[in-house]
């Protein structure tokens, strides 16, 4: 039975409608237990990926999500970012390394090219893309990061160093309608994969604010294709084919990583009962939002073949 056939029974007759089935098929197995996810029906999700990693012993998605689902079927889900030691492991291995080394290479390149900089880090978390860029041209920077231990971390390394700063601990949202940010402007406002935290209906007006207050705006995001729906079949071969890749690069840990972060991560796409934290899409709709928002130059720049998508430096003025 394919993927499609399955969605279309799903969408006209709901979830009910659907368990009884055990495919033959390995994806077909692992499609029901993302449906029953969805459901909140974790045992029947466990056993469906039981069966999918049976009939495909050699895929890494379907063991390590069987392994997860059993654990939510008997203790119940966990936030992505409960396990601080599986997310450091994560952020600071794999394909990591080489995504930050570009991205950090890419902005301090652009720092060398001032003599003097005021710089606006949106989602700077603990630095990791901010900290190896700074450039002795930085003389000022301005910190927005909701995360009070992720902003502590930034602002203890910036004391470390000497560097001026203001830290901002408030969401973006927050922090355009402070004084500080009202009366500001920079030569470089710079986010490195926070900006799409935001729903796109905000995007518009954001957009609108830092063309506004920044003279240089630069933006690392990923280019992720537009699914016409998160259980859609064309989005769930999608996740995968760039887990079983993801998973590949943390497979010498124990499961730390996959299980404390990669899982959590991959199954709350499919999750019904949380509240969407995040928005990614195709990196053209990035450029032409920025543009409709008055930004007349939009230049992106290839950064990392990163295991999740292509990951683009956008530079606009």
């Given amino acids: ?40 029906d974790f045992a029947r999700a466990a056993e469906w990926a039981a069966a999918a990693s049976r009939r495909q ?10 392994i997860y689902l059993e654990r939510v079927a008997c203790q119940g889900k966990a936030g992505v970012y409960v396990d601080g030691a599986a997310f450091g492991a994560f952020i600071r291995g ?23 900089l005021r710089l606006l880090d949106i989602g700077v978390g603990d630095g990791l893309a901010l900290l190896p860029a ?22 203890a390394a910036l004391n470390a160093r000497g560097v001026p700063y203001r830290a901002f601990n408030q969401t973006l949202q927050a922090f355009m309608d402070s004084p500080e940010a ?50 859609s079949p064309d989005h769930v071969r999608y996740v995968v084919e760039r887990y079983e890749r993801g ?6 840990d124990g499961g730390l990583v996959a299980q404390g972060f990669l899982m959590p991560v991959m ?31 939009v230049e992106r720049r290839p950064l990392y073949a990163y295991f999740w998508a292509e990951a683009f430096l956008l530079d606009a003025r």
Wanted: with cysteine.
């Fill in 57 to 66: 012993p050699g895929s890494r998605v379907y063991a390590q999500a069987a």
């Fill in 134 to 155: 700074l450039t002795d041209a930085v003389r000022q920077v301005d910190l927005v990061e909701p995360s009070s231990p992720l902003l502590e971390t930034t602002c």
């Fill in 1 to 40: 039975m394919s993927l499609e056939t399955l969605w279309q029974r799903y969408l006209h007759a709901g979830y009910a409608a659907l368990q009884a089935e055990m495919p033959d098929d390995p994806l077909a197995c692992f499609y029901l237990a993302i449906l029953a996810f969805g459901a909140n």
């Fill in 94 to 116: 794999g394909g990591n390394v080489g995504l930050y080394a570009a991205v950090s290479g890419a902005l301090r390149e652009v720092y060398g090219q001032y003599p003097f």
């Fill in 182 to 231: 009202l009366a500001g402007s920079w030569d470089v406002i710079q986010a490195t994969w926070s900006l799409q935290s935001l729903p796109p209906a905000e995007h518009p007006a954001v957009f609108r604010w830092l063309q506004a207050h920044g003279a240089r705006l630069l933006i690392a995001e990923f280019d992720v294709p537009r699914f016409v729906a998160l259980a």
């Fill in 247 to 252: 998973l590949a690069e943390y497979e010498g």
């Fill in 267 to 297: 199954f709350g796409y499919f999750d019904r009962s949380a509240a969407r934290t995040n928005w990614e899409g195709p990196i053209q709709d990035w450029v032409d939002g920025l543009r409709a928002a008055g930004f007349t130059q």
